[in-house]
């Protein structure tokens, strides 16, 4: 009997437990969307002012993108997942399963010289830098 | 043990190269005795300090003759970085036009195999480099124009003002640190740095920026020193800072930003650049006039 009500606790956790991706980062507080459609229209769905964006799959890469690059990326749903893509920004952009969206904007309070942002992003690692049709667009990976 | 052997191998290893090049992704270590194998030439040069005229008679390889060796068609700007952490770039043009020798040998007396040196004739000496370790080639990005712009004055003049700031005596300045903390979220990147005279570094924060200082000369500018950076690659009159698409500009150190565009080399510039409420502003408005001041971040939109 134990069990089963371990079992179904287990289920309902799964059942309740946010879907979509989260927003993160230099915010007022956090919270999940499941919208899907181009991330300059996301953002200004949320009333989210971001100058940049840092977009976390759920196997731990990431790409940072600028403002100008937001209207060039979708999020979309791909077989149960939330997803994005774009042809105009480097493939890098191209994630499975995404899971946060971190937003950077200089306006939030700088405590100890940091942001939830830039905290966040010292928790990844660095990989690299690509271009495509004047987008810069960084990959990072989470640190182990 | 086998730890331990491994280690003695690897550190026996190093040890007997002397010099590493990494070209896009390729690392070829090198050895005192391949660059002996080399084309050997001889270089007399000249230097003046405060003990009168130098003459030193210089003997090594050229750089063009170690690449062509190795088959590296550098068309890229070079980072030398020392044993003892110094560093500097060198543009294609300076490769192009001037010289580059490393050096075996100084009047006659051979260097350690950890202790070659750069010389450059015709580029200042603190373009040269005791102990060269690594020459690295690469694309820097100092002609990609930024996308956020943001002055230095504005910032600087919301920051606590440090007096001797550490390990500085009788000077006053600010923290680096925190006035890039104000409008960058990078803290394990390279910044790219470049004083009015046209000076510039490509440095790690953690390297080298974490504790640098900006310490305020009596001209108005401000030099970037201290902290992990060595003495010889501080910057006078520090005029721009650039990191991935947003930068910096020392706003005294311009009239407007076609000087800025000039100091870097920007091919286009745009007819306005937009504040944060939208407005446009021209940029042949100059940087004394008010309508630059504490408007916080300016937008290039191309």
Redesign the interface.
């Known amino acids: 009997m134990g069990k089963i009500i371990i079992i179904l606790f287990l289920l309902s956790l799964v059942a309740c437990s946010p879907q979509g991706y989260r927003f993160s980062g230099n915010i007022d507080s956090e919270f999940y969307s499941e919208q899907t459609g181009n991330l300059k229209e996301i953002l200004a769905l949320h009333e989210l002012n971001a ?2 964006a840092l977009l976390i799959a759920s196997d731990g890469i990431a790409v940072l993108i ?3 690059s937001f209207p060039r990326i979708e999020i979309y749903l791909d077989a149960k997942k939330i997803s994005t893509r774009s042809e105009f920004l480097p493939p890098v952009s191209n994630l499975n399963d995404l899971s946060e969206i971190v937003i ?1 904007n ?1 306006k939030h309070p ?1 405590v100890d ?3 939830p ?2 905290l966040r ?2 928790e990844l690692q ?1 990989l690299g830098e690509s271009s495509l049709n ?1 987008h ?1 667009v ?1 990959k990072y990976q989470l640190s182990e | 043990m086998r730890y331990f052997t491994a280690f003695l191998i690897l550190a026996c290893w190093s040890a007997l190269h002397s010099l590493t090049i990494i070209d896009d992704g390729r690392e070829i270590s090198i050895s005192l005795e391949e660059l002996r194998e080399l084309e050997q030439i001889e270089i007399i040069t000249e230097r003046e300090d405060e003990r009168g005229v130098r003459i030193e008679n210089w003997q090594g390889v050229l750089l063009s003759e170690i690449f062509t060796h190795y088959g590296i068609d550098n068309q890229a700007p070079l980072k030398f970085n020392s044993y003892d952490g110094y560093q500097v770039r060198i543009k294609v043009e300076e490769y192009q036009e001037y010289p580059i020798l490393i050096a075996l040998q100084r009047d006659g007396k051979n260097y350690e195999e950890d202790d070659l040196r750069l010389v450059i004739p015709g580029m200042r000496d603190m373009f040269w480099m005791q102990a060269v370790k690594i020459i690295r080639t690469e694309n820097y990005r100092e002609s ?1 124009p930024p ?2 712009i943001l002055f230095a004055e504005d910032l600087l003049s919301g920051m606590e003002v440090a007096f001797e700031p550490e390990p500085f005596r009788n000077v006053q300045g600010y923290y680096l ?2 006035m890039l ?9 390279e910044y790219f740095l470049i004083g009015r005279d046209g000076v510039s570094h490509q440095l790690e924060f953690q390297m080298y920026l974490k504790n640098a200082v900006l310490v305020a000369a009596d001209d108005g500018g401000y030099t970037l020193q201290g902290g992990d950076i060595p003495y010889g690659m501080w910057i006078k009159d520090i005029a721009y800072i650039q990191c ?2 947003r930068a910096i500009i020392f706003r005294e150190q311009f009239r407007d930003l076609d000087e800025v565009g000039q100091l870097l080399e920007w091919e286009n510039l745009p007819e306005h650049l937009h504040t944060e409420d939208g407005s446009r502003i021209g940029i042949d408005i100059e940087f004394s006039e008010p309508v630059w001041k504490d408007s916080g ?1 300016f ?1 290039w ?2």
């Open positions: 100058e940049y600028s403002e100008p950077y200089w700088v010289r940091q942001t942002f830039s992003l010292l660095f004047g810069l960084r | 990609t996308y956020y640190a925190e903390s104000l409008v960058y979220p990078f803290q394990q990147d991935y698409d971040i937008r939109v191309r």
